[in-house]
């Protein structure tokens, strides 16, 4: 019998469709989640040229954008993004910071809890002219920039303008951040990692427009492919790493430099190296007063970033990845030996050969790992990443696993959201949640016998705890308690839950491929995520994103009550199974009449009593109660033993839950008697709370 709490609870209509939470489909973005035949996008390329200040921490920049307006609407201004107004006097992030002071604190805590670091922080726009030189006027709110236009932008234009500016590079290990500087004082050396560092046009969309939302950190970027041509001035024993191609290493590297590099790229089993141990300590002590300008040119990407040091070891490594042979490369200081030799060039040559096979092949010329400790952050082609051994000369497997755990990582993030461009400022899951993902299945191919993390097992702990789980995956990332989880962990799990035990690996496999390729270099929403992953897998999935995206329920079921029936037996029970969560001991008495005549309506076949009578009664029959305690409607997953010992597993899909969303009552023929009940052996969906998965307890 089921509880009349569960028997009557209120309905939610977890299985309806979503037409109240998508957009309705049209022109630009089709029902089945494809482009739509009128589908458009911005375009905006960059000519910079930029001057690393090593004395005094700077970055002094000018540039030329070129944007084209490639929709349907006249445009009478501009918005772009100054990212580095984010460390500006009277920003947001700062005056909405939340402390919490407490006893025993550190002064390093206490100043970072008070954000009262002293640093001028903030571009310094020194001007912005149009293509004749002509100053133009605009407008800076925060971390967002204006350029009112004297003629509308019309659809098909395009218009050229110029930026010049300059900021104060910040300690990134003191102030926290994306980019900025790591200070070595050993030998008075410093590590930069440039991002977000040149002011660059917001995103214009057909669902929103101007993607004009200010950078308050937690959200990050909605960002315009675009060609990059970038002249990066250092001294001239800095070696750079930057996204897209070195236009002219003959002008910075040396000969015997050059030799190597050209070496890499016919070594496909290990990686060259390109600047030495030895060269990096050389160059560590020369502080050179003379500088060297690095070229740098990139296609179709949606943003540039850059390292630079005197302190980077370089070594490259060619992948073959069919279609695209790819440069695989690290750059990382001593201090980062003998890890980062080992793994970073590996784990980057593993993380594209595993995505490419999964989605799309690489398209990029080049991949980048730049050591930078404490960290992890994404750009196109190159990325900034953490982890270092304790012990000089040494390193644990704890210490591998967090540096090869990064490194998949963030070069992963190359295909979300650098390929397949979402809004990080309003959907964070959309590339952290889908690159955890991908990043899970990496580890399993190459590093089976590594922990990992952002399965449904490594989940179910965080969702079993309400604080951990209070805000779904939908909600806007700078509102997020716990980014961790919402955006990371849970759409993880829940992929992995959708491709183990929803669908099936080859079903959803198609499905995830088909949305990257609908979508790479273009920029979808979440429903153009959802309803690609239905039309490509023939799986109504409304309840799945309803559930894990947008809702704060857990996965909880509890095998609530069994009863056990017999047609014939030496002995039944006289009573139903009272003894609350215990198999009971007898089965009761299960009895069934002939079927009358008068039953059947024309044409229904007659059944033959007798037979089915006498099939029965060979049977165990079980009438088993589960609970949806948690509220997330899922797959049952049961896992029988028979009184014999052998076991039998049964996935029954998330629909029995259709007509009653809290309680559910399943009966099951068996030939054998049942020992033991267990729900989610192997802990594939996510349950949150195992004591109540076993019967008897």
């Not at 984010?86 to 002071?101: F, K, M």
């Not at 179910?460 to 990371?488: D, G, I, K």
């Not at 029959?621 to 009184?643: A, D, M, Q, R």
Request: charged share 25%; net charge negative.
């Amino acid at each position: 019998m089921l509880p009349c709490m569960y028997a009557h609870a209120q309905w939610q209509g977890k299985f309806e469709q979503m037409d109240d939470l998508l957009p309705t489909p049209n022109s630009y973005r089709s029902a089945d989640g494809s482009p739509g035949p009128e589908y458009w996008q911005q375009k905006a390329d960059y000519t910079i040229r930029v001057t690393l200040d090593d004395k005094n921490q700077k970055i002094i920049g000018e540039e030329t954008i070129t944007y084209f307006n490639n929709s349907p609407t006249s445009l009478n201004y501009l918005w772009l993004q100054l990212d580095q107004n984010v460390r500006a006097e009277n920003n947001i992030n700062q005056l909405t910071r939340q402390a919490t002071l407490e006893r025993g604190m550190t002064t390093f805590e206490a100043v970072t809890e008070l954000g009262g670091f002293e640093y001028e922080g903030g571009y310094n726009i020194k001007s912005v002219t149009d293509a004749s030189g002509n100053p133009m006027k605009y407008l800076i709110n925060r971390t967002m920039m204006k350029l009112p236009l004297d003629h509308p932008l019309k659809s098909g234009d395009s218009i050229s303008f110029n930026i010049s500016w300059e900021y104060n590079i910040y300690d990134r290990l003191m102030i926290r951040g994306r980019g900025g500087y790591e200070y070595f004082p050993d030998d008075d050396n410093y590590i930069y990692t440039i991002a977000q560092w040149y002011p660059r046009m917001c995103a214009y969309d057909d669902a929103v427009g101007w993607q004009n939302k200010q950078f308050i950190e937690n959200g990050e970027f909605a960002l315009e492919f675009g060609d990059f041509d970038v002249q990066i001035t250092v001294p001239s024993d800095h070696i750079v790493a930057a996204t897209g191609l070195l236009q002219n290493s003959n002008a910075v590297l040396s000969t015997t430099q050059q030799e190597r590099l050209q070496k890499a790229l016919s070594s496909y089993d290990k990686a060259q190296l390109i600047v030495t141990e030895k060269e990096a300590n050389e160059n560590e002590k020369s502080k050179a007063t003379t500088t060297k300008t690095w070229h740098f040119q990139a296609e179709d990407v949606r943003d540039f970033a850059f390292a630079s040091s005197r302190k980077f070891i370089w070594d490259a490594q060619m992948v073959d990845l069919g279609d695209n042979q790819v440069m695989a490369m690290s750059y990382y200081p001593k201090e980062a030996n003998p890890l980062w030799e080992d793994h970073s060039t590996k784990a980057i040559k593993n993380t594209l050969q595993l995505f490419s096979e999964k989605l799309f092949t690489y398209p990029y010329p080049v991949a980048i790992s730049v050591s930078s400790a404490d960290h992890g952050m994404e750009y196109p082609m190159i990325s900034f990443n953490g982890g270092r051994p304790s012990k000089k000369g040494r390193y644990s497997n704890e210490e591998k696993n967090t540096l090869v755990d990064v490194v998949i990582h963030e070069i992963g993030h190359n295909y979300f959201p650098m390929i397949v461009n979402s809004d990080e400022k309003l959907y964070e899951w959309m590339d952290e949640g889908i690159t955890t993902f991908f990043e899970l299945l990496t580890k399993q191919k190459y590093y089976p016998k590594d922990p990992h993390w952002g399965d449904a097992k490594s989940m179910s702990f965080y969702m079993a705890v309400n604080e951990f789980r209070e805000r779904p995956p939908m909600t806007n990332p700078e509102n997020l308690t716990l980014s961790s989880v919402s955006s990371y962990g849970q759409p993880s799990a829940a992929l992995e839950v959708l491709r183990n035990v929803v669908m099936d690996p080859d079903l959803f496999d198609f499905a995830i491929k088909e949305y990257a390729n609908r979508w790479k270099f273009k920029r979808p929403k979440p429903a153009d995520f959802f309803r690609t992953m239905e039309d490509a897998s023939a799986v109504d999935l409304d309840w799945f994103w309803r559930g894990w995206f947008y809702s704060s329920d857990a996965v909880d079921i509890s095998i609530e009550d069994v009863e056990w029936y017999r047609l014939e037996s030496s002995e039944f029970a006289k009573s139903s199974n009272l003894n609350k969560h215990q198999l009971p001991q007898l089965p009761q008495q299960w009895v069934i009449k002939d079927t009358p005549k008068s039953a059947y309506k024309e044409f229904e076949n007659r059944v033959d009593d007798k037979a089915i009578r006498n099939t029965l009664a060979q049977k165990h029959l079980y009438e088993i109660t589960f609970i949806n305690v948690g509220g997330l409607v899922s797959p049952i997953v049961l896992e029988i033993t028979y009184t014999d010992n052998e076991k039998e597993l049964i996935t029954i899909p998330a629909e029995i839950w259709r007509f009653n969303e809290y309680a559910v009552r399943k009966a099951f023929i068996l030939d054998k008697e049942i020992k033991k009940l267990q729900l989610d052996p192997k802990q594939q969906t996510g349950d949150s709370f195992k004591e109540n998965n076993v019967y008897p307890r």
